[in-house]
């Protein structure tokens, strides 16, 4: 029996590849003589550095401005011309604390540096995962990090963050580095909220970076600002689908560069070969944290089952905790479902020793398929 084993990370307890081999120990119990293979997915936010990795890809380290100006050590992947970026490592809520003034304030200057990084080490494609960022300020201070340049009704430049976005008069680009016109930056969203309004990136997630309804009501006035400011210096329409992910970090992008937008999950299962590896494989197993009714919308593991349906491959999923039960989703061809927290004696021993009852859940999960 040929078995993939491809998990989303959980957040919190465990990496995606630490998952993974838990999962593996599990089939070992059951399937002594399985053949496994473990490739680790995300759905292009937090993860998708370790399923670069995954594929062979060299880390980096730069020393970069944090959200809130800080000097913060972020992590970034090439693998051949190929870099790989996540805002959360440059610019994420992990180096600050929620507050109102953390959320006004917070920028993503950080993220772009490591885009320059990447331009300096001849990445010919960028791929920018998205999540779990502090700031909401339409991806301004990334850019402003590769040269663009934003002034104030003063003349002077205005301040990074997103509450100084509804101060911004004047956008020059000359300065833009010109790498980025032959550069392929692929943003992968999982989201599909505009950059402002009452779905847009202030208003759904702003409250969880810190930020009140009176904050809200700035930054979404930032965001809206920001936007016609960009359609009046190049026309561009940035109020679409998608660009209110990670603060609207893909807004400036799309309307200065080439960037395009593309599902979290695929884009990362292209990158990590998902087709080819489910060549010949009998099952999938896959799982994340905490599964609910959104993961059924683009998150990594049912996309995974997607996949392997459209091949009849049947999937196993081994998660933390899971608030949909198995007929939820037999659509996906998923024959099985086990939750670690339904194997530990509570929930602080399920995130405690989560590689253990991990393990526990797929044992379960597995015996429940050779049941059926």
């Not at 550069?183 to 989201?191: G, L, N, P, Y």
């Not at 009452?198 to 904050?215: I, S």
């Amino acid at each position: 029996m040929r078995i993939l084993i491809a998990p989303d990370k959980f957040k919190g307890t465990l990496t995606a590849r630490q998952a993974g081999e838990a999962m593996a120990a599990g089939v070992r119990e059951v399937f002594p003589d399985a053949a496994i293979e473990i490739v680790p997915v995300a759905d292009g936010g937090e993860g998708t550095l370790e399923a670069a990795l995954a594929t062979g890809g060299e880390e980096r380290t730069e020393t970069v401005q944090g959200p809130l100006g800080e000097g913060v050590e972020a992590r970034w992947v090439l693998t051949g011309k190929t870099a790989v970026i996540e805002t959360a490592e440059a610019s994420g809520l992990r180096y600050v604390r929620p507050r109102v003034q953390s959320a006004l304030s917070a920028h993503s200057y950080g993220s772009g540096q490591l885009i320059k990084a990447a331009l300096d080490a001849g990445a010919q494609e960028i791929i920018c995962g998205v999540g779990g960022s502090a700031m909401t300020d339409a991806g301004s201070g990334a850019l402003r990090a590769l040269g663009l340049r934003v002034m104030n009704n003063d003349g002077a430049r205005a301040r990074l963050g997103g509450a100084a976005l509804s101060t911004a008069l004047r956008i020059d680009d000359s300065g833009l580095d010109p790498r980025l016109k032959d550069v392929q930056i692929r943003i992968a969203a999982d989201v599909t909220n505009p950059l402002y309004g009452p779905d847009g990136a202030a208003q759904v997630f702003g409250a969880q970076k810190g930020a009140d309804a009176a904050a809200r009501s700035i930054l979404d006035d930032g965001l809206r600002h920001w936007a016609e400011l960009l359609h009046k210096t190049n026309g561009t329409d940035v109020q679409i689908p998608g660009a209110g992910a990670a603060g609207g970090f893909p807004a400036s992008f799309l309307a200065f560069t080439t960037a395009t937008l593309e599902s979290g999950f695929d884009l990362v299962a292209e990158l990590v070969q998902l087709e080819k590896a489910l060549d010949g494989v009998d099952l999938l197993i896959t799982g994340e944290g905490s599964m609910d009714e959104q993961s059924r919308f683009g998150k990594a593991p049912l996309a995974a089952a997607d996949r392997a349906n459209a091949r009849r491959i049947g999937t196993v999923l081994a998660v933390g905790r899971s608030t949909l039960n198995l007929e939820d989703v037999t659509g996906h061809g998923v024959k099985a479902l086990a939750a670690a927290v339904d194997c530990a004696p509570s929930v602080d021993e399920a995130i405690a020793e989560a590689d253990r009852y991990l393990q526990q859940a797929t044992v379960v999960a597995l015996r429940n398929l050779d049941e059926g």
